[in-house]
């Protein structure tokens, strides 16, 4: 195989990997959930949850009686007690639209940020009421089952006692729910009393669950706690959701654990682990922009929390199709708490107060710096690069880095889609001396291909004197293969950062380039809409003509027309029939996998391949008036140049 056709192979090899990253495979999951079964008990409650006919809530459940029913929980009316507020001048930064039923969060919604719909924009609704297929409904942050005495309660089929809502001298809101445990004769034994405060100017909100035992008996208590999901799906192409969680690892440092749909198996709960063990701190459900991250407060002054006892990642796929991807699936955390003993009434111990903390925010790494709290949790960690072939010990640096030059220049310039203009060619600038040498050298290379040809078929018996002769060759002419190549590997994690950054950047989301066309940098530009239409075969569905990918093809042209040719591709018809694939390929393949990608991707890559063109005609011009000025003599010609080193004639012994 000629270097040439190497050369060629790993272009063609970049490119794909570029389109992969693009298409973001892994998108086809074959994954389904299902509920997990609870225990039989009596639930006392007065009244059935109110219907709501934007975001559905469960059903109440019949009364239910196990064989020798020991204790029953008493609730209060089903109703939904909003705390927070959707005004972006009230400083809350959301609203929550809290729930009796397993005294949980019903939905989440932003005010600041909204939907995206571009007729009619709403807040954006982050958390919402999850469907198990089964008819019934899982609530976020419910109470599930409580086990008293080793007697198990579904408490989130209950609807608990709401106690009202306040509002504090500070300004935070508080909403409370209590649900009282009774034996068989009526008495009271344990009162659980769950509380929810939610602050202004800050993404975390409180959650305390206080267990107080009533009777003069001690009680063994542990329960589950259903943690964030259903969140919505923000990627457009990719489902981007995932559960993290965040561990103290051996060195101190806080590593991660993820769960994608990958890992996320079929109907059954998967513990969040990291790779290499350590010791837990939180556990989150994310999407592409967003993250809800649920935190245990640690008892005292200790700094882990003791008593988590398992925690889980589900995926829910109502519908339970193969592919898990007909819009329906989310994903969903789920805490186990440890046994632990409640002393009798009155003593010390009496009493267990469980504290939690919720991050319902977007994923910004300046926002976490700017936190002391945020940045020793390491809630950064919730923050995804697709690396795909290199390591993120490179990516995560390169891309942070660029997401910082990139908000240090909207600074002053206002608008993302120039920064992002500037951006690239700025690094195709500071790449520009790297790229020039790669180029020179494979001009240089592609010019030796044909005396290269002739001594691998001179020394084809044998391929220690072949690669000799070669590589004498080069070293005569000043060319080199790795030169060549060399560059490509150096700016490839580079340009896969600056595409991650791009790609991820919630700074991103809703940010407008020009008035009339790119309104939001993280959709499609669409520049005319239409009504769907659906490829046929492939099934790809089209609601718009979107106009970046198509500039794309033609900057993918123009590049394939300048890109270096074989010199002996006349005659030589394999490699001739290459360089035409390689000129129809490119310009077709990138536009259709980058049609339905984000405007601010194509805007990036339009932007790149544009400016390669641009670099690519004067790097030939300097080939081009470099070789003209050693055909006339005017450059000295050496082997490093890659001339032909002229032999000295030997100095006569004497002068005549």
């Known amino acids: 195989m000629t270097l040439r056709r190497i050369l060629i192979l790993m272009l063609v090899g970049f490119s794909l990997l570029c389109g992969w990253l693009v298409l973001e495979s892994g998108a086809l999951q074959a994954a389904r959930s299902s509920s997990s079964s609870n225990g039989l008990v009596l639930l006392q409650q007065t009244a059935p949850v109110e219907p709501e006919p934007e975001t559905p809530t469960p059903e109440p459940a019949p009364q239910l009686q196990a064989a020798t029913p020991e204790y029953f929980a008493i609730g209060g009316t089903g109703q939904s007690v909003p705390i927070g507020s959707l005004d972006p001048n009230s400083g809350f930064r959301y609203q929550l639209v809290l729930h009796t039923r397993g005294a949980a969060v019903k939905t989440a919604t932003f005010s600041g940020f909204d939907d995206r719909d571009h007729k009619a924009p709403k807040p954006l609704v982050f958390l919402s009421p999850v469907e198990l297929g089964n008819g019934s409904v899982l609530l976020p942050m419910a109470n599930k089952q409580f086990i008293l005495d080793g007697r198990p309660l579904p408490l989130d089929r209950l609807n608990w006692k709401s106690l009202g809502d306040e509002m504090d001298a500070e300004g935070a809101q508080t909403a409370s729910f209590e649900a009282l445990l009774v034996d068989a004769a009526d008495n009271p034994v344990v009162k659980l009393t769950k509380t929810y405060r939610v602050r202004p100017d800050t993404y975390l909100l409180d959650c305390t669950l206080k267990a107080e035992n009533l009777t003069d008996a001690a009680h063994k208590i542990r329960y589950d706690l259903a943690g964030p999901a259903g969140l919505e799906r923000e990627a457009f192409r990719q489902d981007m959701r995932s559960v993290i969680g965040g561990f103290i690892g051996t060195e101190g440092q806080v590593v991660r654990g993820k769960l994608g749909k990958k890992e996320l198996k079929e109907g059954a709960p998967v513990t969040i682990k990291p790779k290499n063990g350590g010791q837990f701190l939180w556990a989150a459900a994310v999407n592409k922009y967003f993250a809800a991250i649920l935190v245990p407060v640690p008892d005292g002054d200790d700094t882990l929390c003791r008593w988590i006892k398992g925690r889980t990642g589900r995926l829910y796929n109502p519908d339970g199709d193969r592919k898990a991807d007909s819009g329906d699936e989310t994903v969903g955390v789920d805490l186990s708490i440890a046994t632990a003993e409640l002393a009798a009434q009155g003593q010390a111990g009496g009493t267990r107060t469980y504290n939690f903390q919720l991050y319902l925010g977007p994923k910004d790494k300046s926002l976490f710096d700017k936190n002391e709290q945020y940045r020793s949790l390491g809630f950064v960690q919730t923050i995804d690069f697709m690396g795909c072939c290199c390591p993120s010990s490179i990516i995560n640096p390169l891309a942070f880095g660029i997401l910082a030059i990139m908000k240090a220049m909207y600074g002053f310039i206002g608008n993302y889609g120039i920064v992002i203009i500037i951006l690239v060619f700025m690094m195709r600038l500071m790449m520009h001396p790297i790229t020039k040498k790669s180029q020179v050298s494979m001009s240089k290379m592609s010019k030796l291909a044909p005396r290269a040809e002739e001594i691998k078929k001179k020394y084809a018996n044998n391929k220690a004197e072949m690669n000799k002769r070669l590589m004498e060759l080069y070293r005569e002419q000043g060319a080199s293969p790795i030169t060549g190549m060399l560059p490509m590997f150096i700016q490839m994690p580079i340009w896969i950062a600056l595409w991650s950054a791009v790609y991820t950047s919630i700074d991103l989301r809703g940010a407008a380039f020009l008035p009339f066309w790119i309104t939001d940098l993280s959709v499609p530009d669409a520049l005319i809409r239409f009504s769907t239409i659906t490829v046929p075969l492939l099934g790809w569905k089209i609601e718009s003509l979107n106009l970046l990918p198509l500039l794309m093809g033609v900057a993918f042209y123009m590049q394939q027309k300048l890109m270096p040719t074989q010199a002996n591709a006349a005659t030589n018809p394999q490699m001739a029939q290459q360089q035409k694939m390689m000129m129809i390929m490119m310009p077709l393949l990138f536009p259709l996998m980058l049609y339905k990608a984000p405007s601010g991707v194509n805007l990036y890559i339009m932007s790149s391949t544009f400016a390669g063109v641009i670099e690519q005609h004067v790097i030939r011009k300097h080939i ?33």
């Open 624 to 656: 081009r008036e470099r070789e003209e000025e050693e055909g006339r003599g005017l450059v000295a010609v050496t082997s490093k140049t890659g001339g032909k080193v002229k032999k000295k004639k030997p100095k006569p012994f004497f002068r005549t």
